[in-house]
């Protein structure tokens, strides 16, 4: 049996040598890789990690210790260590999270995987105790990545506040988040990395003074009374104790013994403590450690020897056509800029900073920076693009609403990984962008079916100079290109009634072939359907309304909440217009969607053919489609 094979809890580490701690250290590492190879996930941050999880594990005591972790995807070694070894579904439907999760364990405190956040729940949890009278304690691990985002520091101002708080805040500093952090913060932390000499040069001075007769103590007494200038001369870690932080380190995040007697440190303290802790991202897998874009950050399921991917992808990926089509428009025009947070490659824009490095700027993990950022841009005269995840734009809302929108600023958003993503959980779903973007004045919103539409409908959007426009589209290869049949207004017609005109099928985005397949299932029923794609889905098309008083069922079929989304908008506009056809809509439930494949999930929640076919049908038989209750998708597919 390995060592890691003995683990059942965090106990079982307190006896472990300082050998048997080095070979944990690398049974672990043979195992993430292994593990994460086999089914995909997030492989670079958590072989960083390794050391550093062992000594929190040895030091605190989980769970009644609270161990917070920002962002979650750096928890797979937690979960080794507390009990959860079977990887085999890691992320897959009924297998473990790729990030903390509570109903897995109680030693998983918040399902955290958007950045910046876990200071403010330490903040609360630490004001808990106090309340409470608790003695446990409370260890917020974060990286120099979170430390872009601003609610970081909105928790720092809050915790600095009380230093008679027991807190303890680990930062693991690797550099970088998806790639490289950058910023002012970034760079002194980049000075902090180099300055480590500092403990040995006091100690040192400490060791000859003590034995200097008759005025080596009161000079070792005037030196460490200087101690906080020294520092600020040697190691400039002052800005985190003029906060009121204690600082301490920097510490090698390899070396567990060093770890371990920082956090004993950290832990005797009475008041908030910040350990700064280097890391590597990747390390122990040359492949990773040799990869200068991410370090293998996140992988799709891989051959470890040769990193290969076991399931060849089946086409571009929306990612990639537009970022193709970003390099193109940005030779075309000069006044077209681009901004992400801290996902520069993930979202596609690496060709294009590649070739106009002074018109793009990543802002870190600070989306609402970005939005604010972009409105400045576009007041100044260009044409800003933000592009970032779907389930990201929540945490930019008011600034889109507040300072693009009411300024009437072109500003672009281009949503990577709209509507379900799957195996990344609940939290990365990007299923209310649409729903929030409806309430926005004179916001417009792209939907692409295919890479033709992003294409054409990404330079509509440049076009647009005096309002923010969306651009949306999901996490997978692109599907084959959807001629259209014909044009009614601004929408596509992609299929008509074989028919009567029975049912009017409004297919947003992506879930085109979804639509056109379920078509031709009420087909076959003798039920005439025509599938009609907006291509822009707000504001809802004027011809929308007529159109739909020619049949006896509209059906709306989106990748977003059926609260507030799509369908919402177009009931809305066929009342404006006096409009009484019965509406349905098939959509995302309004719940938080476990993790599995993207295919998995989209059937569990009755967006396929069969199951849209299958209820249109019963909603038609019924003579009302408002009165008929939504069937089991399951039930309905067989």
Same mark, same amino acid.
């Given at each position: 049996?390995?060592?890691?094979?003995?683990?059942?809890?965090? !106990?079982?580490?307190?006896?472990?040598?300082?050998?048997?701690?080095?070979?944990?250290?690398?049974?672990?590492?043979?195992?993430?890789?292994?593990?994460?190879?086999?089914?995909?996930?997030?492989?670079?941050?958590?072989?960083?990690?390794?050391?550093?999880?062992?000594?929190?594990?040895?030091?605190?005591?989980?769970?009644?210790?609270?161990?917070?972790?920002?962002?979650?995807?750096?928890?797979?070694?937690?979960?080794?260590?507390?009990?959860?070894?079977?990887?085999?579904?890691? !992320?897959?439907?009924?297998?473990?999270?790729?990030?903390?999760?509570?109903?897995?364990?109680?030693?998983?405190?918040?399902?955290?995987?958007?950045?910046?956040?876990?200071?403010?729940?330490?903040?609360?949890?630490?004001?808990?105790?106090?309340?409470?009278?608790?003695?446990?304690?409370?260890?917020?691990?974060?990286?120099?990545?979170?430390?872009?985002?601003?609610?970081?520091?909105?928790?720092?101002?809050?915790?600095?506040?009380?230093?008679?708080?027991?807190?303890?805040?680990?930062?693991?500093?690797?550099?970088?988040?998806?790639?490289?952090?950058?910023?002012?913060?970034?760079?002194?932390?980049?000075?902090?990395?180099?300055?480590?000499?500092?403990?040995?040069?006091?100690?040192?001075?400490?060791?000859?003074?003590?034995?200097?007769?008759?005025?080596?103590?009161?000079?070792?007494?005037?030196?460490?009374?200087?101690?906080?200038?020294?520092?600020?001369?040697?190691?400039?870690?002052?800005?985190?104790?003029?906060?009121?932080?204690?600082?301490?380190?920097?510490?090698?995040?390899?070396?567990?013994?060093?770890?371990?007697?920082?956090? !004993?440190?950290?832990?005797?303290?009475?008041?908030?403590?910040?350990?700064?802790?280097?890391?590597?991202?990747?390390?122990?897998?040359?492949?990773?450690?040799?990869?200068?874009?991410?370090?293998?950050?996140?992988?799709?399921?891989?051959?470890?020897?040769?990193?290969?991917?076991?399931?060849?992808?089946?086409?571009?990926?929306?990612?990639?056509?537009?970022?193709?089509?970003?390099?193109?428009?940005?030779?075309?025009?000069?006044?077209?800029?681009?901004?992400?947070?801290?996902?520069?490659?993930?979202?596609?824009?690496?060709?294009?900073?590649?070739?106009?490095?002074?018109?793009?700027?990543?802002?870190?993990?600070?989306?609402?920076?970005?939005?604010?950022?972009?409105?400045?841009?576009?007041?100044?005269?260009?044409?800003?693009?933000?592009?970032?995840?779907?389930?990201?734009?929540?945490?930019?809302?008011?600034?889109?609403?507040?300072?693009?929108?009411?300024?009437?600023?072109?500003?672009?958003?281009?949503?990577?990984?709209?509507?379900?993503?799957?195996?990344?959980?609940?939290?990365?779903?990007?299923?209310?962008?649409?729903?929030?973007?409806?309430?926005?004045?004179?916001?417009?919103?792209?939907?692409? !079916?295919?890479?033709?539409?992003?294409?054409?409908?990404?330079?509509?959007?440049?076009?647009?100079?005096?309002?923010?426009?969306?651009?949306?589209?999901?996490?997978?290869?692109?599907?084959?290109?959807?001629?259209?049949?014909?044009?009614?207004?601004?929408?596509?017609?992609?299929?008509?009634?074989?028919?009567?005109?029975?049912?009017?099928?409004?297919?947003?985005?992506?879930?085109?072939?979804?639509?056109?397949?379920?078509?031709?299932?009420?087909?076959?029923?003798?039920?005439?359907?025509?599938?009609?794609?907006?291509?822009?889905?707000?504001?809802?098309?004027?011809?929308?309304?007529?159109?739909?008083?020619?049949?006896?069922?509209?059906?709306?079929?989106?990748?977003?909440?059926?609260?507030?989304?799509?369908?919402?908008?177009?009931?809305?506009?066929?009342?404006?217009?006096?409009?009484?056809?019965?509406?349905?809509?098939?959509?995302?439930?309004?719940?938080?969607?476990?993790?599995?494949?993207?295919?998995?999930?989209?059937?569990?929640?009755?967006?396929?053919?069969?199951?849209?076919?299958?209820?249109?049908?019963?909603?038609?038989?019924?003579?009302?489609?408002?009165?008929?209750?939504?069937?089991?998708?399951?039930?309905?597919?067989?």
């Amino acid at each position: 049996m390995t060592i890691l094979e003995s683990i059942r809890g965090p !106990r079982d580490l307190k006896g472990l040598t300082e050998a048997e701690n080095c070979q944990l250290a690398s049974e672990i590492r043979e195992f993430l890789v292994r593990a994460v190879a086999r089914t995909g996930g997030h492989l670079g941050p958590n072989l960083g990690v390794v050391e550093l999880t062992i000594a929190l594990h040895r030091v605190f005591d989980s769970p009644a210790d609270r161990i917070l972790w920002d962002t979650g995807h750096q928890s797979y070694v937690h979960k080794l260590l507390t009990g959860r070894q079977d990887f085999s579904k890691l !992320r897959g439907k009924g297998g473990l999270s790729g990030y903390p999760s509570r109903e897995e364990s109680a030693h998983d405190v918040i399902e955290n995987s958007h950045a910046s956040t876990v200071l403010g729940w330490a903040d609360g949890l630490a004001k808990a105790n106090q309340v409470l009278g608790r003695s446990d304690h409370v260890v917020a691990v974060t990286g120099d990545g979170a430390l872009t985002g601003g609610m970081a520091w909105e928790a720092l101002n809050n915790i600095a506040a009380a230093r008679d708080r027991p807190l303890v805040i680990v930062v693991n500093d690797n550099e970088r988040s998806y790639a490289p952090t950058i910023g002012g913060l970034a760079d002194h932390l980049a000075t902090l990395r180099t300055t480590d000499g500092y403990e040995r040069f006091l100690a040192r001075c400490k060791d000859v003074l003590q034995h200097t007769p008759v005025v080596g103590q009161p000079l070792y007494g005037s030196l460490h009374g200087a101690k906080k200038g020294l520092k600020d001369f040697i190691a400039p870690q002052g800005m985190f104790e003029d906060l009121g932080l204690k600082y301490v380190g920097p510490v090698d995040g390899h070396d567990i013994a060093a770890i371990e007697s920082a956090l !004993r440190r950290a832990k005797r303290f009475h008041g908030p403590v910040l350990v700064h802790c280097l890391t590597e991202k990747g390390r122990g897998y040359a492949a990773a450690e040799e990869d200068e874009a991410d370090r293998f950050h996140a992988v799709a399921a891989m051959n470890p020897l040769t990193c290969e991917p076991l399931a060849p992808a089946n086409g571009p990926s929306w990612t990639s056509v537009f970022g193709d089509e970003m390099a193109k428009i940005g030779a075309e025009r000069p006044d077209v800029v681009a901004i992400t947070a801290a996902m520069l490659h993930p979202v596609g824009l690496g060709k294009f900073a590649a070739a106009f490095p002074d018109r793009f700027w990543d802002v870190g993990i600070a989306e609402q920076h970005a939005a604010v950022s972009a409105a400045g841009l576009a007041t100044g005269g260009l044409h800003p693009v933000v592009a970032v995840y779907a389930t990201f734009l929540n945490r930019a809302f008011d600034q889109l609403l507040m300072d693009v929108a009411l300024h009437k600023c072109g500003v672009t958003f281009v949503l990577d990984r709209a509507g379900v993503t799957g195996t990344d959980g609940p939290s990365h779903n990007g299923m209310w962008d649409m729903s929030l973007l409806q309430a926005v004045p004179g916001l417009r919103i792209a939907a692409p !079916r295919d890479a033709d539409q992003l294409r054409a409908q990404l330079r509509e959007a440049m076009d647009v100079d005096d309002a923010p426009t969306v651009l949306r589209f999901p996490k997978e290869s692109v599907g084959p290109v959807i001629p259209a049949a014909g044009r009614v207004g601004g929408m596509d017609v992609l299929r008509r009634a074989a028919g009567p005109d029975d049912v009017l099928l409004v297919s947003v985005g992506a879930l085109a072939p979804v639509c056109m397949e379920a078509a031709g299932l009420l087909d076959e029923r003798g039920i005439g359907c025509t599938v009609v794609d907006p291509r822009w889905v707000k504001p809802v098309d004027e011809q929308l309304a007529p159109l739909a008083e020619r049949h006896r069922l509209v059906a709306v079929v989106e990748d977003n909440s059926r609260s507030g989304g799509v369908g919402s908008a177009v009931g809305q506009a066929l009342r404006d217009a006096g409009v009484d056809v019965p509406l349905r809509t098939y959509g995302i439930p309004e719940q938080f969607l476990a993790h599995a494949g993207r295919g998995e999930v989209l059937a569990d929640i009755g967006l396929t053919p069969a199951s849209i076919a299958g209820r249109i049908s019963l909603a038609l038989a019924a003579g009302d489609a408002r009165s008929v209750p939504l069937p089991n998708a399951k039930e309905t597919a067989e």
